[in-house]
């Protein structure tokens, strides 16, 4: 478990740096990421790009662990603060989008050392 965390960890640090191809290096080639502004999953590597260009134009998310455990099918489960401001870092007004600040729950699946699949579910 002690691997899958660390990957997990690496992923969020990369993520809220705006990192893209340092989240997709740990990555499947055709994971399945959840879309937490439309809904449904994104797959792939080159729409994951897409899909993050488009999300980091709009608005500024920033995502913090807060407790991290093995799910009873082998996934990683993190319990996680989601904080979405806009491109100035002020809180969202009249947002159109999905995005808000919540607790979130964030399960990742792994497939030979990657994450092959990640979902969204509601927080504690």
Known sequence: MEGDIALVSHIY???NARDIDGVLAALC???AWSN???GGHVHGHA???EYWTRQWALVSP????KEIARGTDGSIVVDVLQS???LDGNPLEG???GLKDRMVAHVFHFQKGKVARF???DGR
């Open 29 to 31: 080639d055709d994971v």
């Open 95 to 97: 947002q159109t989008h």
């Open 62 to 65: 920033h995502v913090e662990p």
């Open 36 to 38: 937490g502004m439309d």
């Open 47 to 49: 729409a994951l790009r």
């Open 13 to 15: 640090e990369r993520f």
């Open 84 to 86: 979405i401001r806009d």
């Open 119 to 121: 979902d969204i579910g």
